[in-house]
């Protein structure tokens, strides 16, 4: 039931955060406005402005104050996913094909670079105070180079047989994490919040954001495609080093660990050899030792916050830690 309660106000917000987007996102070049729209209009559970919203919301009632500022990293994130579908040359996301199949690689480029300008636009344009809009655009910007570098070592660990489980959480801390952090950053910092609650719920979005990625791991091998929206198994195929998959290299037996090294190095992998992998991951009970870690990070992102003065904002915040661990899209 709490799940259910939470899912119709993300559902609520997302509702606002999609119209401020949408509006914001008009112009007289049909085709590139199009492509910008495209995974938006798909969907998408909206977790990062929901963040926004649901710490401002500790502090100030009002929301429309902060909109511009969720909308903006919104728009920030489906930048980062319309390039990183181009650098996997991943086919679907959300379910509907690529902005790059749909409109070609250059307008696919183009689109993630305008989405990436008029996210700073919307918080230039907010009616928050100029020293707040200084200092989020700052931290936004600081972001966007954590991000980069993030994505940047995610490609190294492909062509890697030696990737250690330390390496993978410093990149997932940068390519994921980092973002949700300052999503609850930007929530506190837009209600004017005391520095030492903007410092705790920066905790909390990175330890949430690294149980969210974990579980997307999971998902991504062993979830519902249907669910998902992407194919099962792309990390297999891309040759990713996600923690499922490192666990299982540091666990399986040499014959297993050498034969999902050699499937994870091929340049072309069988839909055949995808599964062997994923069944040997799944043997050395990787499956359940993601999971598992995951809900770690959550209680520890939950446990950060409970010295926040109890409300309705901070009980959807302790609610959303446990549904990350237990969704299934």
């Not at 600081?142 to 489980?165: H, N, P, W, Y």
Request: proline share 2%; charged share 30%.
């Amino acid at each position: 039931m709490a799940f259910e309660n939470l899912l119709k106000k993300i559902k609520g917000k997302a509702k606002l955060v999609d119209e401020y987007m949408l509006t914001n996102l008009a112009g007289d070049i049909k085709e590139l406005y199009d492509a910008c729209k495209h995974l938006i209009k798909a969907g998408g559970k909206r977790l990062r402005p929901f963040l926004v919203l649901t710490t401002y919301n500790l502090f100030c009632d009002d929301i429309e104050k902060v909109l511009p500022v969720a909308a903006a990293v919104e728009l920030f994130h489906t930048f980062t996913l319309i390039h990183d579908d181009i650098m996997d040359q991943d086919e679907f996301r959300r379910g509907v094909p690529t902005v790059h199949t749909v409109w070609g690689v250059p307008m696919a480029i183009l689109a993630g670079d305008l989405l990436h300008a008029k996210a700073y636009e919307l918080v230039a344009k907010s009616n928050l105070p100029s020293e707040i809009i200084k200092r989020i655009i700052e931290e936004f910007t600081e972001t966007a180079v954590i991000i980069c570098e993030g994505q940047a070592l995610d490609m190294a660990f492909e062509k890697r047989k030696d990737v250690s489980i330390e390496e993978y959480f410093e990149m997932i801390k940068k390519k994921t994490a980092w973002l949700f952090r300052t999503c609850c950053r930007f929530g506190a910092m837009s209600a004017s919040a005391e520095e030492k609650y903007i410092n705790i719920l920066g905790e909390y979005g990175e330890k949430m954001g690294i149980a969210f990625q974990m579980v997307d791991d999971w998902l991504g091998l062993f979830g519902s495609e249907e669910k998902t929206g992407k194919p099962v198994g792309s990390d297999v195929r891309e040759g990713k080093k996600t923690y499922p998959i490192l666990y299982a290299l540091e666990k399986a037996n040499e014959e297993d660990r050498k034969k999902l090294l050699d499937i994870l190095m091929k340049e072309q992998k069988t839909e055949r050899e995808i599964q062997e992998a994923i069944e040997i991951i799944k043997k050395t009970g990787a499956d359940i030792a993601t999971k598992e870690l995951a809900m770690k990070y959550a209680e520890e992102a939950i446990s950060v916050i409970r010295e926040l003065p109890d409300s309705e904002a901070k009980a959807d915040l302790i609610t959303l830690a446990k549904f990350v661990i237990e969704r299934s899209f």
